[in-house]
């Protein structure tokens, strides 16, 4: 239960999130959850070298590039490379190290926790805004459409 609470804390608490490995192709997973979360009033900071622009947000080549307060830092990077991104989530002053979903890494997890950040580990954020905050459907959009009646097409 303790976990459900700390999630939606950081959720309300904190708006504006880093993508570190964004990618610019709609069907990747990092585009997918990053769209969501701006549409649903976070800022999306980018953070990938390879891109100038995605989401129509100005992409940066590293945390330190950012001008302005991140309040998390999401990672969508393989494991071994999130040790160096919570040193750089420590050194900008970021609240929340995020690692997604296949992304377990304990000394990243260490280095954050010991610089007070909460962290999240192997969880989606996208998954966990829409199943704490009512975004989720069966198959995993809430389309706003509820019936139970069967639909039949125009002849």
């Given at each position: 239960?303790?976990?459900?609470?700390?999630?939606?804390?950081?959720?309300?608490?904190?708006?504006?999130?880093?993508?570190?490995?964004?990618?610019?192709?709609?069907?990747?997973?990092?585009?997918?959850?990053?769209?969501?979360?701006?549409?649903?009033?976070?800022?999306?900071?980018p953070?990938n070298?390879?891109?100038?622009?995605?989401?129509?947000?100005?992409?940066?080549?590293?945390?330190?590039?950012?001008?302005?307060d991140?309040?998390?830092?999401?990672?969508?990077?393989?494991?071994?490379?999130?040790?160096?991104?919570?040193?750089?989530?420590?050194?900008?002053g970021?609240?929340?190290?995020?690692?997604q979903?296949?992304?377990?890494?304990?000394d990243?997890?260490?280095?954050?926790?010991?610089?007070?950040?909460?962290?999240?580990?192997?969880?989606?954020?996208?998954?966990?805004?829409?199943?704490?905050?009512?975004?989720?459907?069966?198959?995993?959009?809430?389309?706003?459409?509820?019936?139970?009646?069967r639909?039949?097409?125009?002849?």
């Open positions: 239960m303790s976990e459900i609470r700390v999630l939606k804390q950081v959720l309300k608490q904190h708006r504006t999130i880093a993508v570190v490995g964004l990618s610019a192709d709609w069907f990747r997973p990092s585009y997918f959850a990053a769209k969501y979360m701006q549409a649903h009033g976070y800022r999306i900071v953070v070298p390879k891109y100038p622009q995605i989401l129509d947000e100005t992409c940066y080549a590293s945390l330190a590039d950012i001008p302005f991140v309040d998390i830092v999401d990672v969508f990077r393989k494991p071994a490379d999130t040790p160096a991104i919570a040193q750089e989530a420590v050194a900008i970021a609240k929340v190290l995020w690692l979903l296949g992304v377990v890494n304990t990243a997890q260490r280095i954050a926790q010991d610089a007070g950040l909460t962290v999240v580990m192997d969880r989606c954020v996208k998954i966990e805004h829409a199943r704490l905050f009512g975004g989720l459907g069966w198959f995993g959009v809430n389309t706003g459409v509820i019936s139970a009646q639909q039949i097409p125009p002849t």
